[in-house]
């Protein structure tokens, strides 16, 4: 059985495209996307996922918390950093969910989580910290088509290690 993975980015099926080429390909794992926290929180919510990859510059979606999230941060993903605000909502406090339906424990692992951003790792290493997420890659224009499917493999490892 393939492993399930979401990968949380708003250009999923734009200019960060190519990047699910690889994870297809190499056949081992079953890939969803979520281009919103919208999105992201509800597929968490009512799936397992072995592998829980999150850009932090998102858009809010449809659900009114997300959208005054980000309007209260000046309608900015990069100001709003709203994948952060996921991984935050999601490893918080258990028992303490965001959305109207309750994160399932499973999904609170922070080892099940990787970062995949523009942004810098210094902009974001005490935030990660706190929420115990080790795993980061950094999206650059030369970066390798293999990014996303190598960062998978990377959480997939941290995973099995236990």
């Given amino acids: 059985m393939k492993r399930r ?6 250009s999923a099926f734009g200019e960060n495209g190519a990047l699910l080429t690889p994870v297809v390909l190499s056949g081992r794992y079953d ?17 397992e996922f072995d592998a829980v990859i999150v850009d932090i510059r998102i858009l809010p979606g449809s659900d009114p918390r997300w959208i005054d999230e980000y ?23 258990p028992g303490v969910a965001w959305s109207n339906e309750k994160v399932p424990d499973e999904a609170r692992d922070p080892l099940k989580y990787g970062v995949l951003t ?5 902009s974001l290493s005490a935030d990660l910290d706190r ?7 950094n999206k650059h ?16 490892a941290f995973k099995g290690k236990r």
């Avoid at 890939?31 to 799936?47: P, S």
């Avoid at 709203?82 to 935050?88: A, I, P, T």
């Avoid at 929420?131 to 890659?137: E, F, Q, S």
């Fill in 5 to 10: 993975v979401l990968w949380v980015e708003d």
């Fill in 31 to 47: 890939i969803r996307t979520a281009v919103t926290a919208t999105a992201g929180l509800m597929e968490l919510t009512r799936l």
């Fill in 71 to 93: 309007s209260n941060k000046g309608r900015s993903s990069k100001a709003a950093r709203l994948g952060l605000r996921l991984l935050e909502v999601v490893l918080g406090e």
């Fill in 118 to 122: 523009v942004e810098a790792k210094e």
């Fill in 131 to 137: 929420l115990g997420v080790i795993a980061y890659r």
């Fill in 141 to 156: 224009a030369a970066a390798s088509a293999r990014l996303l499917l190598e960062l998978i493999d990377e959480v997939v």
